[in-house]
């Protein structure tokens, strides 16, 4: 199977990229004939996550092949938010899978969340983790729709959401926007890249062998004879492994066909103002991470040196940093007009690999491949919960992968299915409209 990897490369640096400068490890491409137990590709949060999984049990002679610097793809460049849940929606979850497997699929990503959390303390990755959290705002200033969301995660998924009033709520967000909000306790947000980096770092100081600028090109079973049951062509160098585990998230949908037919890559963007000083502080004085309750919702959050990152919308197309500096600026000032003389000055974007379901793919295919992808727009607990998932599994206990059998690869429509993404935002965008025209004009009654 040959590789037509999107390229990892997108147009114009992110502001994490730049600030770690020379702090990034930098790892470079394997070379000549190689063999190793168990190849991952991929170096995103996905295949890192499952690399340490695996070294804390104490399994040997890992690589990893990522087709960049790890980090490059969605897990170095997100909004850095790190909460529960998938990218299908929990109440769907619930009646996808059902009321016990539901709860436990939730809860194991509640866990991931402290995992994450435990790991930046005890690796001392300096990530910039805000233990402040993470405020699901109510754009529609519908306490009865948000109070009656907040208690059906809490009976059917045993997830509780700390309440915060819309008085409260203006006292954490200067922003006339909200009305009340919905705090998820435990949850954080930080650095991703420089999570990313210490992952790396971590790995590597355990004996692990990251292949940078190493794009898996070829990827072929072995027969056993020739030892080893996979073979791996990279250009430069051929790697043979006993077991190859794929997360290659958004980022490739042609080296194994019947996993990247079911992925489609989906674009979302990310802004940095410059610092913002003191006016950070009033913007949003105890330093949450927000979204909102709109399906096309904004999300934002402080950064350690004030400046404000910005991020939003969904779309199949690569766009411009300047484009997308366009587009944020106008979502920004519908929430804080005070910034409306303020302009972002990094702007990027990633691709999210999206599955029809809407959940992971992960699991083992009939001809032996492991593979954690498909994470879509949810993916920093997620991924770690899987690579716990599959290390448990590799390592002699499968039982929670079972859980994952229900969701296998759907063929995503390839260009079709694209466009027909497109259109579903749109007119889920459109509905968010309506709704909030209708909640204008109510408070206008009112
Ligand atoms: C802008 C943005 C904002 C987001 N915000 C959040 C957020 O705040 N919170 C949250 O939970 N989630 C967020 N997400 C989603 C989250 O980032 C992803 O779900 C998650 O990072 C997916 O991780 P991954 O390892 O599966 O994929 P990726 O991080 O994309 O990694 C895949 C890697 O595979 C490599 N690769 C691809 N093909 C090959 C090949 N043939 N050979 C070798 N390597 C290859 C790529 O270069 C890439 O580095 C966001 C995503 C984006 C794009």
């Not at 790892?27 to 340490?52: D, E, K, M, Y």
């Not at 600028?213 to 072995?222: A, F, H, R, S």
Request: charged fraction near 20%.
């Amino acid at each position: 199977m040959t590789s037509d990897a999107i390229s990892s490369a997108w147009p114009g640096f992110s502001h994490y990229q730049t600030a770690l400068g020379d702090e990034r490890a930098h790892c470079f491409p394997a070379q000549g004939a190689n063999r190793h137990q168990i190849v991952i590709i991929g170096g995103g949060l996905a295949g890192l996550s499952t690399a340490w999984s695996l070294v804390e049990r104490g399994v040997e002679d890992i690589a990893i092949c990522e087709a960049g610097q790890p980090g490059d793809g969605a897990s170095g460049r997100n909004g850095g938010f790190v909460f529960a849940g998938y990218s299908l929606p929990n109440q769907k979850l619930f009646e996808q899978a059902g009321p016990e497997a539901a709860r436990e699929l939730h809860r194991w990503t509640r866990e991931a969340v402290s995992l994450v959390r435990h790991r930046i303390d005890h690796l001392a990755i300096d990530c910039q983790p805000n233990d402040a959290g993470v405020l699901l705002a109510d754009w529609f200033h519908d306490d009865a729709a948000l109070k009656a969301f907040a208690d059906t995660m809490s009976e059917q998924l045993g997830f509780s959401l700390d309440w915060v009033g819309a008085e409260k709520c203006a006292q954490y967000i200067h922003s006339e926007r909200y009305g009340s909000a919905l705090h998820e306790p435990g949850s954080f947000h930080f650095n991703p890249l420089r999570y990313v980096n210490g992952l790396v770092k971590a790995l590597q100081g355990h004996g692990v062998t990251i292949y940078g600028n190493c794009p898996v090109t070829k990827l072929e079973t072995n027969p056993k004879s020739q030892g080893g049951s996979w073979s791996l062509d990279t250009g430069d160098a051929k790697i043979i492994a006993d077991q190859v585990i794929l997360t290659t998230g958004g980022y490739d949908t042609r080296l194994w066909p019947k996993l990247g037919r079911s992925i489609q890559p989906i674009a979302t963007y990310v802004a940095t103002t410059p610092p913002l000083g003191e006016q950070m502080g009033h913007l949003i004085p105890r330093g949450h991470a927000i979204y909102d309750t709109r399906f096309a919702f904004d999300y934002y959050r402080p950064l350690p040196d004030t400046r404000l990152l910005w991020g939003g919308r969904i779309s199949i197309k690569a766009r411009s940093p300047e484009a997308i500096r366009a587009v944020l600026k106008k979502d920004l000032i519908k929430v804080f007009p005070d910034l409306a003389d303020v302009e972002f000055d990094h702007a990027w974007g990633g691709w999210m690999g999206y599955t029809r379901h809407q959940m992971p793919l992960i699991g083992q295919d009939s001809s032996g491949l492991w593979h954690a992808t498909g994470f879509g727009g949810h993916g920093m607990a997620p991924t770690t919960m899987a690579g716990e998932v599959i290390a448990e599994a590799l390592t002699g206990t499968p039982e929670r992968l079972a859980l994952f059998k229900q969701w296998q690869p759907v063929w995503a429509g390839g260009p079709v299915g694209r466009a027909w993404a497109q259109g579903t935002y749109w007119a889920l965008n459109l509905k968010d409209y309506l709704r909030d025209r209708s909640a204008l004009s109510r408070a206008r009654r009112a």
